[in-house]
């Protein structure tokens, strides 16, 4: 069974920094796309960053570009989103996830087929 856990959320001030992770378990997870959403009150849920297990690609979405990074520990089954110079139209419940679509874009939700429970980011002005 698959599981992905996500920890490290919390209430920060506009201008700090946060760092997620993601704990994979269930599978072995060598060709699987992992990505990062988030979504915030009464909005839909949207793309952060993805990378895959092997090779050095990462994908953002425009407007994290600079301010978040995605990485990843192969050997701890984990993966990470540094959050620096966050803002208050951050705040979301971020959302880790893990899919194999491989043929579809890392930025669309239907590439991934798990997902965590979420961890919540809220950042004050």
């Known amino acids: 069974q698959v599981q992905l856990v996500e920890s490290g959320g919390g209430l920060v001030q506009a201008g700090g920094s946060l760092r997620l992770s993601c704990a994979a378990s269930g599978r072995t997870f060598n060709n699987y796309l992992m990505g990062w959403f988030r979504q915030a009150p009464g909005k839909e849920r949207e793309f952060v960053a993805a990378?895959?297990?092997?090779?050095?690609?990462?994908y953002y979405a425009d407007s994290m570009k600079g301010r978040f990074t995605i990485s990843r520990d192969n050997a701890k089954n984990t993966v990470y989103l540094q959050m620096n110079s966050l803002k208050p139209e951050d705040t979301a419940v971020y959302y880790c996830?893990?899919?194999?679509?491989?043929?579809?874009?890392?930025?669309?939700?239907?590439?991934?087929?798990?997902w965590g429970q979420g961890t919540q980011v809220t950042v004050s002005s």
């Open positions: 996830a893990a899919g194999q679509n491989s043929w579809l874009s890392p930025n669309t939700k239907l590439a991934y087929q798990y």
């Open positions: 990378l895959r297990w092997t090779g050095d690609t990462k």
